[in-house]
């Protein structure tokens, strides 16, 4: 699926692994959370199991061969999702990547039957609560997570047309 002419947008594969990791410990830094104290440690150790086909996905986007973006999907309860890790590489940042990333995550959402898409942020991480509140989140909830601050954002989700 191409979303621009830069941006290529797919399923995640093995060989992203290392790259995964790598964009979300710069992710983890950027928002000022300690590798100990990451919310969802662990789901990038087995991705076939959190994101499991089906009920989520974990998406890449690509410039030129080079992964620079990436975002994942699963199940909190029948109807409801959580998007997580969107992550852009600072290099790419500003070009509308994100935006096409969190596009992209909903649509799967709604081809796999969500009525209701929620996700987690730091209340520090402005350029991303602005992108959410622009895009029809708005905020539920101010959470605790061992000292540290989430801000738990909530949208509901047109269905498919037909």
Known sequence: MTVSPCLVLRTYRPDDHDRMVALNRYGLAAAGVPLDQDVYAGDLDDVEVTYPRGRGVLLVGEVDGEVVAMGGLRQVES?????????????????????????????????????????LTGPDQHPAIDLYRNTGYHEIAVEDHGGLCGVRLAKALAPLPG
Do not use: F, N, W
């Open 79 to 119: 109807g409801t999702c959580e998007i997580l890790r969107v992550r852009v590489d600072p290099e790419h940042q500003g070009r509308g990547y994100g935006r096409a990333m969190l596009r992209a995550l909903e649509d799967h959402a709604v081809r796999l039957g969500y009525s209701q898409v929620t996700l």
